[in-house]
């Protein structure tokens, strides 16, 4: 009573209602779903007696039985924090059994017991096991409506489920020293003989570069000055050689 008492206290409000459905649907099984009459061969009186849904077993009670517990057991499991997976989510398959039970007791109306040659009449446990059905089916939806997807399962959980998980892949370096340990720096020349290695890699001091003779242009070139003009005399006119 105390695991059944701590799984209740720790159910949702929709879980809550479809326990108390698929335990109405439960109860109702015992209550008085069919009238039947009979003769008395000896009064020659025809008298009444009313039978349960066990009174006349068929396959619609064994399904409605089965729904009633499995519903009963799912949720218990859940409120015991156990963690598996249902194809369309817990409320998906708490709708689909309340409404399939609902289905079997309204196909029972036409399919009654055999009456022997009497009428078969339906009691008020047979219309209690419909709406409790009914409201089972009803708190499905609710479930599945305020449902969140599940995250997906886990390696230990695959396992525990049976599910063959991949092994997972291990990188081993073909040669080489372990990932986890850096190679030593061999020491190089330099380092050996005690020097500076940082000298090594400074740039040599390049000589300065001697300034480059410029070309001469034509307007630099040095100008000689030019002998005055001779002085010309009109008056005496040059004489030509004979």
Known sequence: ???????????????????????????????????????????????????????????????????????????????????????????????????????????????RPAGNGYPVGIQWGFFL????????????????????????????RRERAGAAAPPAPVNVPATGPPRDHAPTPVPSGREARGEDPTEARRPAPQPAAAPRARAPRTHDAPTEPLDAPEQLSFEDPPTRPG
């Open 129 to 156: 096991a419909f709406v409790a059905a009914g409201t089972l089916a009803f708190a499905g939806w609710r479930m599945r409506a305020g449902e969140r997807p599940g995250p997906p399962l886990s390696r230990g």
């Open 1 to 111: 009573m105390t695991r059944l008492a701590h799984a209740w206290r720790g159910m949702a409000p929709e879980q809550r209602l479809a326990a108390a459905a698929a335990i109405g649907l439960l109860v109702t099984m015992f209550l008085p779903w069919y009238g039947l009459q009979s003769l008395n061969p000896r009064t020659r009186a025809i008298y009444s007696h009313d039978i349960s849904a066990f009174g006349d077993v068929s396959f619609v009670e064994a399904a409605i039985f089965l729904v009633a517990v499995g519903v009963g057991v799912l949720l218990f499991a859940r409120a015991e924090g156990r963690e598996f997976q249902l194809p369309g989510g817990d409320g998906t398959v708490v709708l689909v059994a309340g409404a399939w039970a609902a289905v079997l007791i309204f196909y029972r109306v036409f399919s």
